[in-house]
């Protein structure tokens, strides 16, 4: 197996194939799970009969439900920076820069961004339902989502002089200037939440992450939707999984067909050498003039075409550095037994 024929460019495939697939397919099964858990959760009500259910249930903990309700802080809600009556739970604050990077592959320019700084702001909430009941969220920056409301958005454009216009040249960048965005969760937004409801010492009923792993969730969709998403991402997961599994079992099967192959030569050669050895064998001992001019002791066994010289034994054909005729120096197409009678 010391021939067989994977060079660094079928290995270094194999490996990223076999790593990605392995990769993907491990977040697949996260996200599986996932699905998995939504589809098994049950909706709960957000009512006043949810206090008596954790009070009946052992630990008074519903480990993983669903609930929907309408966002309401807990004391002063937040205020935007810049609109003038919007409030909020949930804040987040970025400033991202544009800029053209020049490409020299492409030979263009490309539109590059990075974030210069980004800030996230909560105040304690809590979930309403229909009858006034509510449930205390807690660690909300822990959760996957909200999709919060973008409430300001302003690019502040880029100006320069000759000497900005030089250098950008120069060093190969082009500040194009920088975006401003404030997004929030709103209160009296509808939050579609997943996790873990306990009841309180104090009567208060809280929901928090899943103490056993679990995904914790809160979506501005509805359930159904936010169902559908986990399991079109679940999806694209074990597409990649599978894309880059046959990559590697693609090389894998070329190797082994190019492995195979060069078995078949080398038998073939060895069945050639051994057919030589028994002509020789056979003709006894030869004139002078009649061996092989290379080593000068086996008879001259093969006819090298296209040329047609008869000039050296199999054994010596086949220790040729290069397929080259030895005494014209034409190009070995092919080699024939020679038989004399």
Request: net charge negative.
């Amino acid at each position: 197996m010391e021939d067989f024929p994977i060079g660094t460019i079928q290995a270094v495939c194999l490996g990223s194939s076999i790593a990605l697939s392995s990769l993907f397919f491990y977040v697949y099964k996260k996200k599986r799970k996932t699905v998995d858990r939504l589809n098994d959760a049950p909706h709960i009500a957000l009512n006043e009969e949810l206090v008596d259910l954790l009070n009946a249930t052992p630990g008074k903990c519903l480990q993983y439900v669903v609930v929907e309700g309408t966002v309401h802080p807990v004391g002063e809600p937040l205020r935007s920076q810049f609109q003038e009556g919007t409030v909020g739970v949930m804040q987040k604050l970025v400033l991202r820069e544009h800029k053209l990077v020049w490409n020299n592959l492409a030979r263009t320019w490309m539109d590059r961004e990075h974030v210069l700084h980004q800030r996230v702001n909560a105040v304690p909430f809590n979930l309403v339902g229909g009858d006034g009941a509510s449930v205390r969220v807690l660690c909300p920056l822990e959760a996957t989502g909200p999709e919060m409301e973008t409430v300001h958005k302003k690019f502040h454009q880029a100006s320069y002089g000759f000497t900005d216009l030089l250098g950008q040249y120069l060093s190969g960048e082009k500040p194009k200037g920088q975006l401003e965005t404030e997004e929030m969760l709103k209160v009296g937004a509808s939050v579609t939440a997943v996790g873990e409801i306990i009841l309180d010492t104090d009567r208060l009923l809280k929901l928090r992450p899943p103490t056993d792993g679990s995904e914790f969730f809160l979506s501005t969709v509805d359930f159904e939707s936010l169902r559908l998403e986990q399991e079109e991402q679940s999806s694209g997961w074990w597409v990649l999984a599978c894309v880059f599994a046959v990559v590697g079992v693609s090389v894998l099967v070329w190797a082994g067909r190019h492995y195979y192959r060069q078995l078949q030569g080398k038998r073939e050669r060895e069945r050639k050498r051994r057919e030589f050895e028994r002509m020789w064998e056979a003709d006894g001992e030869e004139p002078v003039e009649n061996l092989c001019v290379i080593c000068l002791s086996n008879p001259r066994g093969c006819v090298l075409l296209n040329c047609g010289h008869v000039c050296c034994c199999y054994s010596c054909y086949q220790a040729l550095p290069q397929p080259i005729c030895p005494v014209c120096r034409q190009d070995i197409i092919r080699v024939v037994p020679l038989y004399q009678a």
